[in-house]
């Protein structure tokens, strides 16, 4: 069974300001985009998402070390590199939606790259029609 939200920020940090302090240390411009309400700040997000957001923030830094190289990972992927129109849209992405899209364009390449080309595959034949009526009517069909 999996533990409370709660549980998991008592275990990993002690308690929930040590919690968003070490949030807010990930929180770097290079690699978020400041979102937060100023009147309420991360103090008052559920822990969950602090969670969450911790794990996201810790997996691009390590993985990436900033929001540029992690765009500049997803349009490589997609083979859109001169794309700057789709670069600006990504660059306004939030850090979450960004390493889903770099995950699911890792996906897409890698299948891909193993799927067989289907340009050389042979088209393949017709099966014929199953039931008599639908046999009458495809002979038809080829008469016309």
């Not at 100023?38 to 923030?57: F, H, I, Q, T």
């Not at 700057?84 to 790259?113: F, I, N, T």
Request: proline letters at 6%.
């Amino acid at each position: 069974m999996n533990k409370s939200p709660l549980k998991q920020v008592q275990e990993r940090f002690e308690n929930k300001e040590k919690l968003v302090a070490a949030v807010k240390k990930l929180a770097t411009p290079e690699l978020w985009l400041d979102r937060v309400n100023e009147g309420r700040g991360l103090e008052s997000v559920p822990n969950a998402k602090l969670l969450r957001l911790y794990d996201v923030l810790q997996a691009a830094k390590e993985k990436f070390g900033s929001r540029a190289k992690l765009v500049d990972a997803i349009l490589t992927l997609q083979k859109r590199t001169k794309d700057q129109g789709y670069k600006q849209r990504l660059e306004s992405q939030p850090l979450p939606r960004l390493l889903d899209l770099h995950a699911a364009s890792a996906r897409r390449a890698k299948s891909a790259a193993s799927a067989p080309d289907k340009s050389a595959a042979k088209p393949a034949a017709r099966k014929p029609a199953r039931s008599k009526k639908a046999q009458a009517k495809a002979r038809l069909a080829a008469r016309a």
